[in-house]
């Protein structure tokens, strides 16, 4: 078995794009996000619909040749261990004073290509949504940056990282503590499925622009 094979796909892909597993010494199917765990690692591919596949299926005995125990929730121990991450992560970079908080310091932000990306809690309202994506479509047309969100955590998780109240936005700013930020994010965004958000704004701009071209 190739070290970077996914064992649900049978496909090769790149570390980023995989969770590496190894077993414990109670023989337990333990998560290696790091990939520095010792013994012998399997991967799968980064996202929880096929590690829950690797368990019902029973791949990962599979895959090790041995009788193994699979975490009951391992899709979900998962997706905590990458939550943690991403959080941990974002609670340095305020330290590093690599964070604009609130709908206005953040759109200013997006407007003036400061930011990486951008966060928005899980309560965050339709129309303060609406304004900083506008500002993100604004950035890309006059040649900025695209600039993507995401809304991965509820405005408690997002209090407790940045050390504040009601955070609802947040953009984390360009620069190697927020790149470190958005490696997470990324991770954990892709587990999960991927933002509906930032697919429907890449597909916004390619309309528009499609428009302003049928006007010329």
């Keep these: 078995m190739n070290d970077r094979t996914c064992i649900v796909t049978r496909k090769q892909a790149e570390p980023d794009e995989l969770i590496r597993f190894v077993v414990g010494p109670d023989s337990a199917v333990v998560p290696?996000?790091?990939?520095?765990?010792?013994?012998?690692?399997?991967?799968?591919?980064?996202?929880?619909?096929?590690?829950?596949?690797?368990?019902?299926?029973?791949?990962?005995?599979?895959?090790?040749?041995?009788?193994?125990?699979?975490?009951?929730?391992?899709?979900?121990?998962?997706?905590?261990?990458?939550?943690?991450?991403?959080?941990?992560?974002?609670?340095?970079?305020?330290?590093?004073?690599?964070?604009?908080?609130?709908?206005?310091?953040?759109?200013s932000a997006v407007r003036g290509g400061l930011a990486l990306f951008v966060l928005h809690a899980t309560e965050a309202s339709d129309d303060g949504v609406r304004k900083i994506s506008q500002a993100r479509r604004a950035t890309v047309h006059i040649g900025g940056p695209s600039i993507l969100a995401y809304k991965l955590f509820s405005e408690a998780e997002l209090s407790l990282a940045l050390g504040g109240t009601n955070v609802i936005h947040a953009a984390v700013l360009a620069g190697d503590a927020g790149k470190a930020v958005q490696k997470r994010m990324v991770a954990l965004d892709r587990y999960r499925g991927g933002t509906p958000d930032d697919l429907a704004m890449l597909a916004a701009v390619a309309d528009e622009d499609e428009a302003a071209e049928d006007m010329e």
């Design 32 to 107: 290696d996000l790091k990939r520095n765990l010792p013994g012998r690692g399997c991967w799968v591919s980064a996202d929880r619909l096929h590690i829950e596949k690797a368990a019902a299926k029973n791949l990962f005995a599979r895959a090790f040749k041995a009788q193994v125990v699979v975490p009951p929730d391992l899709g979900g121990m998962v997706d905590g261990l990458l939550s943690r991450s991403a959080l941990g992560m974002l609670g340095l970079a305020r330290k590093a004073g690599a964070i604009s908080l609130g709908a206005t310091k953040v759109e």
